[in-house]
Every structure is written in structure tokens, then in C-alpha cells.
């Protein structure tokens, strides 16, 4: 299953910093999606071969070192319920404070692998000084500049060596997962009871990931998979910030185990910067997507209003917007069943193998009317092409010359396979490799 380790600390102590650094090696930060303005919550980062998924907790100005403010209980409570193993960092700088006492009590308590983590240390004399942490009462913690990257070779070993190693048994194994994500009260509880029939036969609650997170067989009107639920969200506060913090934490691995991710919007309030993280997580992670826009019935509509609401959240999504877009009401059952139907369909692109044959058969004279620009004077021509055997749609293209071809003309490439193949509502991966 996969492993999820939160960065925790004060303002400023630098958690930002290793979240980024931890990110570099993989180009998987969410907010690389166009149309994510929000901070960065999440991403994937690996270590010696090992992945998981990083939080970081961001930080909020409490009023003063000896305020340990309802807020920052919150983000750190949110990551100590949800992640497999914590960062705790400090600030050698600003030396030990009473709100770091704070969160290191919270964290004792929680019976989770946790580090402390001395940050800022650029020299011998930094060195000496974070002596003063083992106020805490802690036998060991680790030093490192996160700004530099010294010393977090040393840390990211002991975190990875500890992720628990039970191995997780599918019980469903084979057949398609289909996730229902989204945020807090878009109707995502009222479409799995609708779909199930209010009769929720619950088959498996998965351990180790979410207490939320249920897998529950649907197999009805020919079609046959696993719905995860991930409806069942806490209500952790009022406050809009910390329901964001929470909806992404339980998405992250429902999402990342998923075939299909259903995106369910509230078409009161429209599409949201929560949404298009979440659909930036399904993307990256290669999963096919469907946007269910619920809770039509309420609004106001006239012979346009469809097409306008579809058109801005495909304006909103970025490139990758030859995705499925249904309005529904969970409540009144209106159109559900399409979206049923538009997911397996999306299973089924996502899992689409074109043969080489016909695959040069159709891109190649495609290329030849419509060839890569030329660049400083040097001419592209692409010779071959293959799909790759991977789960999710991914091309090679050889061609002479693939340093010049530019992203424009991989995006033309990525439509013209979407055009002559149908891959609607999943992503692909295109790659120029030299021939």
C-alpha cells in the first residue's frame, strides 16, 4: 500500500523547503498542472527505489512562541491521523520554543514513526548548538540543511526502512477500482448509496489506509468493479482551509490505488481550486478520469447553461481536457447510470493497446504532411512508433533528432492518437527517443 510521510513543524523552520527538495527527483509536484494556483500540499518522491507520497503541512504565524494555536493542532493532528510516517522538523536558528514542545507531545502520542529533524545546520557551530534539542527528551535526531540537501540522504534511509512491509491482499484483485473523490458535501455519499441502492454491503474495510475508505463489489446492468468510497470524511472543523487539508489527505490513497477516478463537483458552487487538485493528483498518478458535475437539479438553467458550465471547467483543466463531463443528481438518481457507463468506458480506453502495425500505419503519414518544425536549420523526421506495455496509454516515438521536438508538437502528437484512437478520459505519455 502505498506509504504517505508528513512534514510537520512551526512556520518557517523549513518544511517547504524539503518538500521541494524531496520533489526534484521527481517531476510529480502537483501544482506543475496548469490551473493549480493553490499552495502545494502533496507529491511523489522516492528513495533508493522505494516511493511515497509526501504532505506538507505548510505553517501557520501563531501570535507567539508560547501560543500553540488551534490551527496549527489541526494540521499536524490531520498528518499524525493520516500519514504512514512524520517528519518533525526544527529550527536551529530559533532554538527549542514551547510550541515545538507542543507538537512533539502530540506526536509521542500518536504510536507513529516520527523523526526530529534539526534544520538550518550550515555549520560545525550550527552543529554544537541543536545539543539544546535533547531538552525534548529524545535519544536520537538528525541534522541537515534542507536548503543544501546535507543530511537528508541519512534521514530518507531510516524513513524508508521503516515503512511497514505487511503486504496488502487484494480480495479483488482483477477486477476495476473506480474511486469517488471529491471535496466534503458535493454528494459523493448520496451517489454510492443511489448506485448501491442505499444497501451499502460493505466487503472489506482496507487496513492501513483509510478508516473512510471502503471497497464495496457493484455488479450490476452488465457491468462489474469495485467502487471505493471515500465519502465518509470527518468533519474536522468549520474552518474551509483545514476541510481542504483533510480531502486531499483521504484522497491521496484511494486515488493512487484506483483504475478510474470519479470527480465529483457541486454545480452550486462550480469548479474550485480543490477540485483541480484532485484532478492534478488522478493525472499525474495516470489515472482515467470522469467529472460528474452533481446536484444539477438546483440550479438554474437555461438552453445554454450545460455548455457554458462545461466549456469553463475545460478552460480551467488545461491541456488534458478530453475528459467525460456528466450532470447528475445523486439525489434523484438522474444520470447515474450514464456515469457508470462513461467510467468502464474510460477503464477500457485507459487500458487501450494499439498494435505497431497499425499504429505507424495511421502517425506515420501524419508526420510526413505534418512534421515537427525544423530547428536551427536541422530537420525532424520520426521513423517509427510503438506503445508501451505499461497500465496507462504511453508512446515512444523514434525519430532522429528528439532534443528539438518541442512541447507544442507533442501535445499535436497526444491529439492526433486521442483524434484516430479514442483514449477519452485518460491520460498519455508521449516520448521522442532517438532512433
Given at each position: 500500500?502505498?506509504?504517505i510521510?508528513?512534514?510537520?513543524?512551526?512556520?518557517?523552520?523549513?518544511?517547504?523547503?524539503?518538500?521541494?527538495?524531496?520533489?526534484?527527483?521527481?517531476?510529480?509536484?502537483?501544482?506543475?498542472?496548469?490551473?493549480v494556483?493553490?499552495d502545494?500540499?502533496?507529491?511523489?518522491?522516492?528513495?533508493?527505489?522505494?516511493?511515497?507520497?509526501?504532505?506538507?503541512?505548510?505553517?501557520?504565524?501563531?501570535?507567539?512562541?508560547?501560543?500553540f494555536?488551534?490551527?496549527?493542532?489541526?494540521?499536524?493532528?490531520?498528518?499524525?491521523?493520516?500519514?504512514?510516517?512524520?517528519?518533525?522538523?526544527?529550527?536551529?536558528?530559533?532554538?527549542?520554543?514551547?510550541?515545538?514542545?507542543?507538537?512533539?507531545?502530540?506526536?509521542?502520542?500518536?504510536?507513529?514513526?516520527?523523526?526530529?529533524?534539526?534544520n538550518?545546520?550550515?555549520?560545525?557551530?550550527?552543529?554544537?548548538?541543536?545539543?539544546?534539542?535533547?531538552?525534548?527528551?529524545?535519544?536520537?535526531?538528525?541534522?541537515l540543511?534542507?536548503?543544501?540537501?546535507?543530511?537528508?540522504?541519512?534521514?530518507?534511509?531510516?524513513?524508508?526502512?521503516?515503512?511497514?512491509?505487511?503486504?496488502?491482499?487484494?480480495?479483488?484483485?482483477?477486477?476495476?477500482?473506480?474511486?469517488?473523490?471529491?471535496?466534503?458535501?458535493?454528494?459523493?455519499?448520496?451517489?454510492?448509496?443511489?448506485?448501491?441502492?442505499?444497501?451499502?454491503?460493505?466487503?472489506?474495510?482496507?487496513?492501513?489506509?483509510?478508516?473512510?475508505?471502503?471497497?464495496?463489489?457493484?455488479?450490476?446492468?452488465?457491468?462489474?468493479?469495485?467502487?471505493?468510497?471515500?465519502?465518509?470524511?470527518?468533519?474536522?472543523?468549520?474552518?474551509?482551509?483545514?476541510l481542504?487539508?483533510?480531502?486531499?489527505?483521504?484522497?491521496?490513497?484511494?486515488?493512487e490505488?484506483?483504475?478510474?477516478?470519479?470527480?465529483?463537483?457541486?454545480?452550486?458552487?462550480?469548479w474550485?481550486?480543490?477540485?483541480?487538485?484532485?484532478?492534478?493528483?488522478?493525472?499525474?498518478?495516470?489515472?482515467?478520469?470522469?467529472?460528474?458535475?452533481n446536484?444539477?437539479?438546483?440550479?438554474?438553467?437555461?438552453?445554454?447553461?450545460?455548455?457554458?458550465f462545461?466549456?469553463?471547467?475545460?478552460?480551467?483543466?488545461?491541456?488534458?481536457?478530453?475528459?467525460?463531463?456528466?450532470?447528475?443528481?445523486?439525489?434523484?438518481?438522474?444520470?447515474?447510470?450514464?456515469?457508470?457507463?462513461?467510467?468502464?468506458?474510460?477503464?477500457?480506453?485507459?487500458?487501450?493497446?494499439?498494435k505497431?502495425?497499425?499504429?505507424?500505419?495511421?502517425?506515420?503519414?501524419?508526420?510526413?504532411n505534418?512534421?515537427?518544425?525544423?530547428?536551427?536549420?536541422?530537420?525532424?523526421?520520426?521513423?517509427?512508433?510503438?506503445?508501451?506495455?505499461?497500465?496507462?496509454?504511453?508512446?515512444?516515438?523514434?525519430?532522429?533528432?528528439?532534443?528539438?521536438?518541442?512541447?507544442?508538437?507533442?501535445?499535436?502528437?497526444?491529439?492526433?492518437?486521442?483524434?484516430?484512437?479514442?483514449?477519452t478520459?485518460?491520460?498519455?505519455?508521449?516520448?521522442?527517443?532517438?532512433?
Open positions: 500500500m502505498s506509504n510521510v508528513a512534514i510537520v513543524g512551526r512556520p518557517n523552520v523549513g518544511k517547504s523547503t524539503l518538500f521541494n527538495r524531496l520533489l526534484e527527483r521527481r517531476e510529480a509536484i502537483v501544482d506543475s498542472t496548469a490551473g494556483t493553490r502545494r500540499h502533496y507529491g511523489k518522491s522516492d528513495w533508493n527505489g522505494v516511493d511515497f507520497t509526501v504532505i506538507d503541512t505548510g505553517g501557520y504565524d501563531v501570535g507567539s512562541d508560547d501560543i494555536e488551534e490551527e496549527i493542532r489541526r494540521q499536524v493532528q490531520l498528518a499524525v491521523d493520516e500519514a504512514t510516517s512524520i517528519i518533525f522538523m526544527l529550527n536551529v536558528q530559533e532554538g527549542l520554543t514551547d510550541t515545538d514542545e507542543e507538537i512533539y507531545r502530540l506526536l509521542r502520542k500518536s504510536n507513529k514513526p516520527f523523526y526530529v529533524v534539526v538550518k545546520v550550515d555549520s560545525n557551530k550550527d552543529e554544537l548548538a541543536t545539543t539544546e534539542f535533547y531538552q525534548l527528551g529524545i535519544e536520537k535526531y538528525y541534522t540543511s534542507s536548503a543544501s540537501g546535507s543530511g537528508t540522504g541519512d534521514l530518507l534511509d531510516d524513513v524508508v526502512a521503516d515503512f511497514p512491509h505487511t503486504e496488502y491482499k487484494d480480495p479483488f484483485e482483477g477486477l476495476p477500482k473506480i474511486t469517488i473523490a471529491g471535496r466534503p458535501n458535493v454528494g459523493k455519499s448520496t451517489l454510492t448509496n443511489a448506485l448501491l441502492d442505499n444497501n451499502r454491503n460493505i466487503v472489506t474495510d482496507i487496513a492501513g489506509t483509510t478508516r473512510d475508505s471502503i471497497e464495496t463489489l457493484y455488479n450490476k446492468f452488465g457491468h462489474e468493479f469495485v467502487l471505493v468510497d471515500t465519502a465518509g470524511m470527518r468533519k474536522k472543523s468549520k474552518v474551509s482551509e483545514d481542504e487539508f483533510y480531502s486531499v489527505m483521504r484522497s491521496i490513497r484511494s486515488i490505488h484506483s483504475d478510474v477516478v470519479i470527480i465529483m463537483v457541486d454545480a452550486t458552487l462550480g474550485e481550486s480543490q477540485d483541480m487538485n484532485i484532478f492534478g493528483l488522478a493525472q499525474k498518478n495516470r489515472k482515467g478520469i470522469i467529472i460528474l458535475v446536484k444539477w437539479d438546483l440550479v438554474e438553467k437555461n438552453t445554454h447553461t450545460m455548455k457554458e462545461e466549456a469553463s471547467i475545460k478552460n480551467k483543466i488545461g491541456q488534458f481536457n478530453d475528459v467525460p463531463i456528466l450532470f447528475v443528481s445523486a439525489l434523484t438518481k438522474q444520470r447515474i447510470l450514464k456515469a457508470v457507463d462513461a467510467a468502464m468506458e474510460v477503464y477500457e480506453n485507459r487500458k487501450k493497446r494499439i505497431t502495425s497499425k499504429l505507424n500505419e495511421v502517425m506515420l503519414p501524419i508526420f510526413e505534418t512534421p515537427p518544425p525544423a530547428t536551427k536549420g536541422k530537420y525532424i523526421k520520426i521513423k517509427y512508433c510503438v506503445q508501451l506495455p505499461t497500465p496507462s496509454p504511453q508512446f515512444v516515438f523514434f525519430c532522429n533528432l528528439p532534443q528539438y521536438v518541442k512541447d507544442p508538437y507533442k501535445r499535436f502528437v497526444e491529439n492526433q492518437l486521442r483524434k484516430n484512437f479514442g483514449f478520459g485518460s491520460p498519455i505519455e508521449v516520448y521522442f527517443r532517438q532512433k
